[in-house]
């Protein structure tokens, strides 16, 4: 299909889309007036301590950043590697980028100890800060975004199109190397200090942003009386498969490298041995529902060509997406910092055992929001730009 | 340009001596400003594990009233900026206590991450917050591998000028920094210690051979905690 014959068009500002729109402007402002609470009384209302000092606003944050480079995938298989199939749906991949991203950002933000003092952290650079990096890449990449989808829009600039495909696929392996390097970089940790971490983002951020990409697809398609196609929606699936398949490597690779060396043995049997909360969220909530339920349900005879069991399975990638975000971020800062390697620790700041973390509302708030702001950034671009293709019903078979 | 020089050069610029106001919270102390922080000295702490007792936390008290810090009923979430560590061998069961704060590292792993330089190392050996930078991002706290770092996650109030303190902002040990510059040569937890008879902490200069830090470690050699993480430590223990 060329670009050109494809006719793209807003979705109908009707009831339904401006209660949508209400409904995520109310969570919004219910997050950010928790938010206001949070930013009077301090951080101790939360379930963060000194001991788990990210909690659950990363979770969600982290998750969105990851996705929202993981949305451009089809961006860059269209653009990039030229699958024609995937080109009506650039524009669309590159608009659900960027509402992750802001929605990542923003959570960040605001569960900053001094948010008011964004200016500092857009004037102060610490260059050897992977943070600092971060900073230029999580911005960098929506001006990438900008100009890809720059180029989408306008037919003149059509032979850019590739060039800036290859840029924005080269920023958001880039900026997912960074994220996962975030944790890869503290050397200390026993769940950390693994130059496996930047790998481990990127294939998980092909994963959950394929994930977000074909629910958000879906929806957009239903709610504006559009047909999606079978063979496109199970072409991604296909695609969600191979990264959810791969995401389940990495992680054996992690772990089976860890478990060699005995150094690691204790952090490995925290998350692996099914007593603690960590494990049990490992192996039922990323292992399980996560990963091998939605395989299950892409693979089976029976549900492969389902199109409720593909967006089953999406949401639930999503879902156990999540859960191993909070078992890296939540459960790498619970097991304790080794001190004394092979001694046993106390002391009044919990040295030597598992930290508490019980996640509270105004955290989940938080998440809520940036989730929230994701999704108006998306919903307001489908109604304003001509992001979605009239036409994503299968090709009519030549007569 | 690093923030510290900035500082320092600022400090030299306004070139009053004595305990000059300059703004809310920000006071010149009696040190000479002229006199700029030089790497000639390394400032250090000696931790003889054999003479900390079990059952003191004098050190603690100590810091704790030096710099305000209040016990808020929250121990999670409470500053402590040195607490008492005990350490027990499972193998014969020996356990020793010693004192555990901010290692003063020269290759700090907060001073690293930390995306805007709030967290710094002064040319003397002395790692600080900078609160005026500070975002309270914590990404400090995830990379000390001494969890020596704490998050301020309420309002303060009487807060001390030496101390400068506030919520939404990470703080740790300061080698009692005012006392090093006005000219003191100890710290808090080191003069308490002195005080209850147990000397098991030496505060001194790393550089200077001659000095009692230096011949003390000379002498009996000392450790450093995580020494594998090639920190090099200001902070040095003895009998771990």
Same mark, same amino acid.
């Given at each position: 299909m060329s670009i050109a014959s494809i006719r793209y068009a807003t979705l109908d500002a009707g009831r339904s889309y401006w209660g949508l729109l209400a409904m995520l402007a109310g969570v919004t402002l219910v997050g950010l007036a928790g938010f =206001? *609470?949070?930013? *009077?009384?301090?951080?101790?209302?939360?379930?963060?301590?000194? &001991?788990?000092?990210?909690g659950i606003p990363h979770v969600f944050a982290v998750f969105l950043i990851v996705a929202a480079s993981g949305a451009l995938n089809v961006a860059s298989i269209a653009s990039v590697f030229g699958q024609g199939a995937y080109k009506p749906l650039a524009r669309l991949s590159g608009l659900l980028a960027a509402g992750l991203l802001i929605g990542g950002l923003v959570i960040l933000v605001l569960d900053l100890g001094r948010p008011d003092r964004l200016i500092v952290a857009m004037t102060y650079y610490n260059f050897k800060s992977i943070f600092a990096w971060n900073i230029f890449l999580y911005? !960098? =990449?929506? $001006? +990438?975004? #900008?100009?890809?989808?720059f180029v989408l829009f306008q037919p003149a600039f059509a032979r850019w199109t590739r060039a800036a495909g290859i840029l924005a696929l080269l920023w958001r392996l880039i900026l997912t190397t960074g994220t996962g390097a975030i944790f890869g970089f503290l050397v200390a940790r026993q769940g950390y200090d693994a130059a496996i971490m930047a790998p481990l983002f990127i294939i998980m951020s092909f994963s959950f942003g394929t994930a977000v990409f074909l629910l958000v697809l879906a929806a957009a398609c239903h709610g504006s009386g559009r047909v999606l196609g079978d063979a496109l929606l199970f072409r991604l699936k296909n695609l969600l498969t191979v990264f959810v398949s791969a995401v389940l490597y990495f992680v054996l690779a992690y772990h089976i490298t860890n478990l060699y060396a005995t150094e690691h043995h204790g952090y490995e049997a925290f998350i692996l041995n099914f007593e603690s909360l960590y494990s049990k969220l490992f192996w039922l909530g990323q292992v399980g529902l996560g990963s091998l339920l939605p395989l299950a349900l892409f693979y089976s005879p029976k549900t492969r060509n389902c199109r409720v069991s593909t967006l089953v399975g999406a949401s639930l990638v999503i879902l156990g997406g999540l859960i191993q975000m909070y078992v890296i971020i939540i459960g790498g800062q619970a097991y304790p910092l +080794?001190?004394? %390697? !092979?001694?046993e620790e106390s002391s009044s700041f919990y040295d030597g055992v598992v930290a508490s973390y019980i996640p509270s509302i105004w955290e989940f708030l938080l998440g809520f929001t940036g989730v929230a702001i994701s999704l108006i950034v998306v919903v307001a671009g489908l109604g304003a730009l001509g992001i979605l293709p009239e036409d994503l019903s299968d090709p009519k078979p030549a007569s | 340009m690093s923030l510290d020089l900035t500082r320092r050069e600022f400090l030299q610029g306004a070139g009053a001596a004595g305990a000059l106001t300059l703004a809310p919270g920000v006071f =010149?102390? #009696?040190?000479? %400003?002229k006199v700029p922080v030089t790497d000639a000295v390394r400032w250090g702490l000696l931790v003889d594990t054999r003479l900390c007792q079990e059952d003191c936390d004098a050190c603690v008290t100590a810091c704790n009233e030096e710099h305000n810090l209040e016990d808020l009923g929250r121990p999670e979430t409470d500053a402590q900026w040195i607490r008492k560590l005990t350490v027990r061998d499972p193998l014969g069961g020996r356990t020793i206590s010693l004192p555990m704060?901010? &290692?003063h590292c020269e290759h700090p792993p907060c001073v690293d991450v930390c995306p805007t330089g709030a967290s710094f190392r002064r040319v003397d050996g002395i790692v600080l917050v900078d609160?005026?930078?500070?975002?309270?991002?914590?990404?400090?706290?995830? $990379?000390? %591998?001494?969890? $020596?770092?704490?998050?301020?996650?309420e309002n303060l109030t009487e807060q001390l000028p030496h101390a400068p303190r506030g919520k939404g902002c990470v703080e740790s040990c300061t080698m009692c920094v005012h006392k090093v510059d006005a000219g003191e040569n100890t710290t808090a937890c080191a003069e308490a210690c002195h005080k209850d008879g147990h000397q098991a902490i030496l505060f001194g200069d790393l550089n200077d051979p001659?000095?009692?830090?230096?011949?003390?470690?000379?002498?009996?050699? $000392?450790? &450093?905690?995580?020494?594998?993480? !090639?920190?090099n430590t200001g902070v040095r223990y003895q009998n771990l």
């Amino acid at each position: 299909m060329s670009i050109a014959s494809i006719r793209y068009a807003t979705l109908d500002a009707g009831r339904s889309y401006w209660g949508l729109l209400a409904m995520l402007a109310g969570v919004t402002l219910v997050g950010l007036a928790g938010f =206001l *609470h949070l930013e *009077h009384e301090g951080h101790w209302i939360t379930g963060m301590n000194n &001991q788990v000092v990210w909690g659950i606003p990363h979770v969600f944050a982290v998750f969105l950043i990851v996705a929202a480079s993981g949305a451009l995938n089809v961006a860059s298989i269209a653009s990039v590697f030229g699958q024609g199939a995937y080109k009506p749906l650039a524009r669309l991949s590159g608009l659900l980028a960027a509402g992750l991203l802001i929605g990542g950002l923003v959570i960040l933000v605001l569960d900053l100890g001094r948010p008011d003092r964004l200016i500092v952290a857009m004037t102060y650079y610490n260059f050897k800060s992977i943070f600092a990096w971060n900073i230029f890449l999580y911005t !960098g =990449l929506l $001006a +990438v975004i #900008a100009i890809y989808m720059f180029v989408l829009f306008q037919p003149a600039f059509a032979r850019w199109t590739r060039a800036a495909g290859i840029l924005a696929l080269l920023w958001r392996l880039i900026l997912t190397t960074g994220t996962g390097a975030i944790f890869g970089f503290l050397v200390a940790r026993q769940g950390y200090d693994a130059a496996i971490m930047a790998p481990l983002f990127i294939i998980m951020s092909f994963s959950f942003g394929t994930a977000v990409f074909l629910l958000v697809l879906a929806a957009a398609c239903h709610g504006s009386g559009r047909v999606l196609g079978d063979a496109l929606l199970f072409r991604l699936k296909n695609l969600l498969t191979v990264f959810v398949s791969a995401v389940l490597y990495f992680v054996l690779a992690y772990h089976i490298t860890n478990l060699y060396a005995t150094e690691h043995h204790g952090y490995e049997a925290f998350i692996l041995n099914f007593e603690s909360l960590y494990s049990k969220l490992f192996w039922l909530g990323q292992v399980g529902l996560g990963s091998l339920l939605p395989l299950a349900l892409f693979y089976s005879p029976k549900t492969r060509n389902c199109r409720v069991s593909t967006l089953v399975g999406a949401s639930l990638v999503i879902l156990g997406g999540l859960i191993q975000m909070y078992v890296i971020i939540i459960g790498g800062q619970a097991y304790p910092l +080794v001190l004394f %390697p !092979g001694m046993e620790e106390s002391s009044s700041f919990y040295d030597g055992v598992v930290a508490s973390y019980i996640p509270s509302i105004w955290e989940f708030l938080l998440g809520f929001t940036g989730v929230a702001i994701s999704l108006i950034v998306v919903v307001a671009g489908l109604g304003a730009l001509g992001i979605l293709p009239e036409d994503l019903s299968d090709p009519k078979p030549a007569s | 340009m690093s923030l510290d020089l900035t500082r320092r050069e600022f400090l030299q610029g306004a070139g009053a001596a004595g305990a000059l106001t300059l703004a809310p919270g920000v006071f =010149l102390y #009696a040190k000479d %400003p002229k006199v700029p922080v030089t790497d000639a000295v390394r400032w250090g702490l000696l931790v003889d594990t054999r003479l900390c007792q079990e059952d003191c936390d004098a050190c603690v008290t100590a810091c704790n009233e030096e710099h305000n810090l209040e016990d808020l009923g929250r121990p999670e979430t409470d500053a402590q900026w040195i607490r008492k560590l005990t350490v027990r061998d499972p193998l014969g069961g020996r356990t020793i206590s010693l004192p555990m704060m901010c &290692q003063h590292c020269e290759h700090p792993p907060c001073v690293d991450v930390c995306p805007t330089g709030a967290s710094f190392r002064r040319v003397d050996g002395i790692v600080l917050v900078d609160k005026h930078t500070c975002i309270g991002c914590r990404y400090c706290m995830m $990379a000390c %591998p001494y969890k $020596a770092r704490s998050f301020i996650h309420e309002n303060l109030t009487e807060q001390l000028p030496h101390a400068p303190r506030g919520k939404g902002c990470v703080e740790s040990c300061t080698m009692c920094v005012h006392k090093v510059d006005a000219g003191e040569n100890t710290t808090a937890c080191a003069e308490a210690c002195h005080k209850d008879g147990h000397q098991a902490i030496l505060f001194g200069d790393l550089n200077d051979p001659d000095s009692e830090i230096s011949k003390r470690i000379r002498e009996f050699g $000392a450790t &450093q905690i995580r020494a594998d993480l !090639g920190l090099n430590t200001g902070v040095r223990y003895q009998n771990l």
